[in-house]
């Protein structure tokens, strides 16, 4: 049985440190892929093709649209924004570990295309105080847009029960442990096409 990838689906609150934990386990989980939107809108300055996003025309990605390659898709200022199942699907070929940092709707979206696949990690700071602390530690966001990031993160800690794991992430090491043995684990799910195949060929004698 030829084993193909799995996805690794992470969400949580800005500021919760789902980019430091990657950072401290990315070594050890084996060939992965990041998942990278797919838009319509220019370059911009140092920006690579591939790297930052998938660059396309507007009538490529309406074709997109047309032939269901979209998990999600939106139209902002002019522009789509979408993430493609195409560079996924060929991830996967290769037996990637494929890794969205994605919200609670994007994990809704994933896990009706690819549930089979699908482990999703839901990581957070122990409290909303502590959560607002590391926000205005940062220094990188206006109080206008902290007050929006805290309320939407007090939305989205509702639906923390759609999560495969919840990781708390009040101690880097010990929460990078966790996650490295999640990532691990997820690389073990088989689909459905691989487990009717292996019951297919499972019964290899004439009885």
């Known amino acids: 049985m030829n ?18 934990l ?19 809108r220019p370059l911009r300055g140092t920006e ?15 074709q997109d649209i047309e032939d269901n390659h979209f998990l999600e898709y939106a139209f902002v200022h ?30 809704t979206a994933v896990n009706n295309r690819l549930g089979d696949i699908t482990t999703s990690v839901f990581i957070t700071p122990p409290t909303l105080s502590e959560l607002k602390s590391r926000l205005a530690g940062r220094s990188t966001d206006s109080q206008e847009v902290m007050d929006a990031r805290l309320k939407m993160a007090k939305r989205e800690i509702q639906r923390v029960s759609e999560y495969d794991f919840l ?9 990078a442990g966790i996650l490295r043995q ?21 019964e290899d004698i004439e009885q």
């Open 78 to 107: 002019g522009n789509y924004y979408g993430t493609s199942v195409k560079p996924v699907r060929k991830a996967l070929s290769e037996g990637k570990l494929i890794l969205f940092d994605i919200d609670v709707q994007g994990n």
């Open 182 to 202: 999640i990532a691990i684990t997820a690389r073990m799910k088989t689909s459905m096409n691989e487990v009717n195949e292996f019951v297919q060929n499972w």
């Open 48 to 62: 690579k093709d591939g790297v930052d996003y998938h660059f396309v025309s507007q009538e490529e990605f309406k």
């Open 3 to 20: 084993k193909s990838g799995a996805v690794l689906v992470l969400s949580g609150p800005s500021g919760a440190g789902k980019s430091s």
């Open 22 to 40: 990657l950072n401290e386990i990315i070594n050890d989980i084996g060939e992965c892929y990041f998942s990278i939107s797919t838009t319509t």
């Open 167 to 175: 990781i708390i992430n009040d101690d880097l090491q010990r929460a």
